[in-house]
């Protein structure tokens, strides 16, 4: 009998002794003691909450002076709980343990999360069995890997939870990046799967050798793989689904464990995870909730609660979540095709067509798009001036690409036409945005989507929270971490005039670097901008926060998806080794 064997054994004979001493001090004794005189030197555990409130500083990585906070993390409410790691018995009663099955449930999609139960036991008796759970813990540090596989790159959560607190505290995270993303392998599957290896040995130096069989692992890719096609996706994660469990001693979780991620679930978790990291929810009281808007690079979600009482047609994008026995009832959408990178195609694949039809520019296909060679100037209303963006792939909407080079329409930074090409940049981001298609009900976002106004139906003092590439592209080059849409556009108007404006109002060599580095940022802002005004209607005078990291925990989904598994009935169990 293997050692692990051996260890589930005992625990089973302990379990055993322990039940019945329950049986007979609360059930067979003249009179209920309490808790500490039955089990003496067993204490209650008191969670304090520390969460942000809305208008404070974030702590994040690269804060401004002023802008940090003490690091303290909030915990989440008690319906969050799992038995420790190599311990398949659960001191729990039956109605314990269903209100202790999951800290998420979400409906109408499934997600591998269940709806809590009621509770039916006394305050007495869930009191005694947590104090036995909490006495038979030894170690209740947990893992859970994440590896997110986006459009541009793939990324590593390793998170640790204390598990012998209740509920569950979030104690670190690991984090790490690797360039291409998968979906850049084609039909390379081996490659893809090998691309992993390097995040991985940041999951096998964290977790303890100890605790590696029972730490799961899943995959999410996002738009990019979706992007791809089904065949060439799916090839690739059945291939990273092998090397996963052959190559590596983490449980996979089984079903969608490594998939392709639904663009509402993606959305939600990220809600989830910024509202947790806030102390929002997970609180026995409601509170204010955030709302958050992720921009990708193949898609853009936005996630909110409308306000009490407002209503909300019926559809996919209403989406019914509990955390912490707390339902929330929110809206979501995930805008496939409208992240940045796509933004970038979209509007290049405009300027080209305009090319096209001017017969002065001698524009031919090319066949072979990653060795093509550009020999053709083309002038792009997104450039500064001075600027140029050499060798450009743009791919039209019939899948035949072209190699061009990109330059600005004004010849210098005191031209007139500096100010025309950038009027002209704005409005090809809002074309794109096809904010003129029909709108079937009452208030649309964009593209015809039905979406809750922002100006109406969410509330004015609540947090809007903008990350992923909004703070990627907006922090390097000065803009705070609390704005509004009007700075937001006064930056703009900054970068898309050049290099004379950028040394008199940025001040970040970093980001003067970048600007320096890349010519399509004036593009990307403007986006971005065209995005968030004119897309999802939000007023330039609304005040925004962004930020890459709240507690030194990253923002994103990857949280929010994590926090499941921790269940130990969430798709996975425990690899067993024989000796």
């Given at each position: ?64 002076p002023g802008g940090l ?64 759970k909490s006495a038979s ?269 990109f330059v600005s329409m ?170």
């Open positions: 009998m293997s050692l692990l064997f051996s260890y589930r054994y005992n625990k089973f004979l302990v379990a055993g002794a322990a039940l019945a001493i329950i049986y007979i001090v609360v059930f067979m004794a003249p009179s209920h003691p309490k808790t500490e005189d039955a089990f003496p030197g067993l204490v209650s555990e008191s969670q304090v909450i520390s969460h942000i409130k809305p208008g404070e500083p974030l702590d994040t990585s690269t804060s401004a906070i003490e690091e303290k993390k909030p915990v989440i409410d008690d319906v969050l709980s799992s038995s420790s790691t190599l311990e398949p018995q659960n001191y729990r009663t039956r109605a314990q343990e269903e209100k202790h099955a999951t800290p998420v449930t979400a409906k109408p999609k499934s997600t591998g999360m269940r709806q809590s139960a009621p509770l039916h036991e006394s305050k007495e008796e869930a009191k005694v069995a947590q104090e036995i813990c030894e170690s209740g540090e947990e893992y859970v890997i994440m590896i997110d596989a986006g459009s541009t790159g793939s990324r590593i959560h390793v998170y640790s939870f204390d598990t012998c607190q209740s509920p569950p505290k979030l104690l670190n995270e690991e984090f790490k990046m690797k360039k291409p993303g998968l979906s850049s392998f084609d039909t390379d599957t081996v490659g893809a799967a090998a691309s992993l290896d390097e995040l991985l040995e940041v999951a096998l130096e964290t977790v303890p050798k100890n605790k590696q069989a029972c730490t799961p692992v899943a995959v999410k890719a996002t738009a990019g793989l979706r992007l791809l096609g089904e065949q060439k996706s799916s090839a690739i994660l059945a291939e990273v689904r092998r090397h996963l469990e052959d190559d590596y001693p983490f449980p996979v979780v089984e079903g969608d464990g490594v998939s392709i991620m639904d663009g509402s679930d993606e959305g939600v978790y990220a809600w989830i995870t910024t509202n947790y990291l806030l102390g929002n929810i997970g609180a026995k009281e409601k509170r204010p909730t955030a709302a958050v808007f992720d921009l990708g690079g193949g898609s853009t979600q936005i996630v909110f609660e409308p306000l009490d009482g407002q209503s909300m047609i019926e559809g996919e994008h209403k989406y019914e979540v509990s955390f912490g026995g707390v339902d929330f009832t929110l809206y979501q959408y995930s805008h496939l095709g409208f992240g940045l990178m796509q933004g970038r195609k979209k509007v290049n694949a405009l300027v080209l067509e305009t090319a096209l039809n001017d017969p002065k520019y001698e524009l031919t296909p090319v066949s072979d798009p990653e060795n093509a060679v550009a020999k053709v100037s083309i002038p792009h209303p997104c450039l500064p001036p001075g600027v140029t963006a050499e060798n450009v792939i743009v791919e039209l909407s019939d899948k035949t690409s072209y190699a061009v080079n004004a010849k210098s930074e005191d031209d007139d036409m500096a100010k025309t090409a950038a009027v002209q940049c704005r409005s090809l981001a809002e074309t794109i945005l096809n904010k003129d298609m029909e709108c079937k009900s009452k208030s649309c976002s964009f593209n015809g989507i039905y979406q809750p106004s922002l100006r109406h139906q969410f509330a004015q003092t609540s947090d809007m929270f903008v990350f992923s590439y909004f703070y990627d592209r907006l922090k390097p080059i000065g803009m705070p971490l609390s704005f509004t849409l009007d700075e937001m556009k006064d930056l703009t108007k900054i970068v898309c005039s050049g290099s004379t404006a950028w040394n008199q109002y940025l001040s970040q060599p970093e980001g003067l670097k970048e600007l320096n580095a890349e010519p399509l940022w004036c593009l990307d802002l403007s986006f971005m901008t065209a995005l968030l005004h004119t897309g999802y209607d939000i007023p330039l005078h609304r005040e925004l926060r962004t930020a890459k990291k709240i507690s030194d925990n990253e923002l994103g989904w990857c949280l929010g998806a994590s926090l499941p598994l921790l269940d130990k009935n969430s798709g996975w169990s425990c690899k067993v080794t024989r000796d």
